[in-house]
């Protein structure tokens, strides 16, 4: 969100606070200090509010029954999941951590890495043996420096072969060493004698502190005597926003009339990330709507009642007063997967109603709702936290509308050229002949050679895990956001 929600959110928080049960911070025990903090601020937050009978203004009718209401609950963990709506289904995605200086560092883009992404796949004909394949290799990683490649296969962890039952106990160690695989289908198309062998060679990987830049790889590709730029996009990551501007100059600078936008494997990000690169593809729609909000009916309420424009994200030129470099396109290619979540949707739903967006790939993961990081303070922000501890929470707030109103997406953004990934063939990323790019570039070229190409991945070769779902601080979502709730001068998605 901008800046000037600021005044509006301090009358919005002064109103809505009226409405809730009575401050009672000099009422709770100690132990139920943090149990207090996750209560009230799930109370005044919280997007599926009214779904949540617990969180009812009116639920507790003294402050003893509300202390022991919070007695009950023994960690903030607990009491944080009881307040959860349809947890399976509807928030997948909010959480709470006991570190927020780990979870800041998590969205400034700095982790703990060693570098590899993979995927786990049941091997064929079993229904416990797992093996992995390598999605991605981040540039600098100790998995780069140590040789491993897109497409590399392993099927044990420090010589113990990988399970349904201990793939994360194994997996989620600071240390550990990966056995070569190799997928062998006996020469025929018959799956029923296929099987994985593990190899004798291994490499150890050691998660060490890593800053990723999302912008994985751009290339300006000439095809057919023009040029067609290429981005490989892995997080809305605002602090690379800069740089992600420099590469639209040189997608400007050499005249590029076709943007391929690689999304696959990005979880999300920042809002105001999305809303800037989606201005660096038109430029055209300056000042247009993007986005609109719908928060929890109090906050909805107050929005509305004080300045209905704060609810509304807008196209925008500048990047705090840098001008953009925009290719005002009317046409865009997006490769997007079932990792592609959050912000990489939020970019295919909004500028839908704008421009042709061409989805190739897969279903998206089905995220259309923003969350922000509340910290124990009196206003919830970073300024002020309690010093006790160090937690803090992440829930849902709001979700997001396109222009046309477009939302709740539970099943993915359908793509309109269905393929999926060959994880037995991959390709190299950013070549003419990867599977992905090969068909973007097919429909750009208009061979009509699109409907021809075919992956190589079987029926049998069944998806358990990413490595996405070993990040601490979601399972299988991440969200980057950092917002400072004295000044409400950005909300991010994801």
């Given at each position: 969100m901008k800046i000037s929600k600021a005044l509006i959110f301090l009358i919005s928080l002064s109103?809505?606070?009226?409405?809730?049960?009575?401050?009672?911070?000099?009422?709770?025990?100690?132990?139920?200090?943090?149990?207090?903090?996750?209560?009230?601020?799930?109370?005044?937050?919280?997007?599926?509010?009214?779904?949540?009978?617990?969180?009812?203004?009116?639920?507790?009718?003294?402050?003893?029954?509300?202390?022991?209401?919070?007695n009950d609950y023994s960690t903030p963990e607990d009491l944080f999941e009881s307040l959860i709506f349809q947890r399976q289904t509807v928030d997948k995605y909010s959480w709470i951590v006991d570190d927020y200086i780990a979870l800041e560092q998590y969205f400034s883009g700095i982790s703990t890495s060693n570098g590899m992404e993979f995927q786990l796949f049941l091997q064929p004909n079993s229904t416990s043996q797992i093996f992995g394949i390598v999605r991605l290799v981040l540039p600098n990683s100790d998995a780069e420096n140590k040789g491993v490649k897109r497409g590399d296969m392993f099927s044990t962890i420090n010589g113990t072969a990988l399970t349904t039952s201990n793939y994360n106990s194994l997996l989620s160690a600071d240390s550990y060493a990966i056995n070569n695989a190799t997928y062998n289908d006996n020469g025929t198309t018959d799956t029923s004698d296929d099987f994985v062998v593990s190899g004798t060679s291994s490499i150890t990987l050691n998660k060490l502190e890593y800053s990723e830049n999302p912008i994985y790889k751009t290339e300006i590709l000439n095809v057919a005597g023009k040029n067609i730029g290429y981005l490989m996009y892995n997080g809305f990551t605002a602090n690379y926003d800069s740089q992600l501007n420099d590469v639209f100059a040189d997608f400007k600078a050499n005249n590029v009339q076709d943007l391929i936008l690689d999304l696959r494997y990005n979880p999300g990000g920042s809002v105001n990330s999305a809303i800037l690169l989606s201005s660096m593809v038109t430029g055209q729609f300056n000042g247009d709507v993007f986005s609109t909000e719908q928060w929890n009916s109090e906050f909805q309420a107050a929005f509305e009642n004080e300045n209905p424009e704060l609810l509304i994200n807008r196209f925008t030129n500048n990047d705090d007063g840098t001008a953009l470099n925009s290719l005002n396109l009317s046409k865009v290619?997006?490769?997007?997967?079932?990792?592609?979540?959050?912000?990489?949707?939020?970019?295919?739903?909004?500028?839908?109603?704008?421009?042709?967006?061409?989805?190739?790939g897969d279903y998206t993961e089905g995220k259309y709702q923003a969350s922000t990081t509340l910290y124990d303070s009196d206003n919830y922000g970073r300024d002020g936290a309690n010093p006790n501890h160090t937690y803090a929470m992440q829930p849902l707030i709001f979700k997001s509308l396109n222009k046309v109103g477009n939302t709740d997406y539970f099943n993915g953004l359908k793509p309109d050229i269905e393929l999926k990934e060959s994880y037995l063939n991959l390709g190299v990323l950013g070549d003419v002949n990867e599977t992905l790019l090969a068909a973007a570039l097919a429909d750009i070229e208009n061979t009509g050679k699109t409907a021809s190409i075919k992956t190589k991945t079987s029926p049998y070769l069944n998806l358990i895990k990413?490595?996405?779902?070993?990040?601490?601080?979601?399972?299988d979502m991440h969200i980057d956001k950092k917002l400072p709730h004295d000044i409400i001068n950005k909300i991010n998605f994801n």
């Open positions: 109103f809505l606070t009226t409405s809730c049960f009575e401050d009672n911070d000099d009422n709770v025990t100690t132990k139920n200090e943090i149990n207090d903090f996750v209560w009230k601020g799930m109370n005044l937050f919280y997007l599926y509010k009214e779904n949540v009978p617990n969180l009812a203004n009116d639920r507790f009718s003294s402050n003893d029954q509300y202390a022991n209401y919070l290619y997006v490769l997007a997967t079932a990792s592609s979540a959050s912000a990489s949707e939020l970019v295919i739903n909004s500028l839908d109603p704008y421009i042709n967006v061409v989805h190739i990413d490595s996405n779902s070993f990040i601490p601080f979601n399972d």
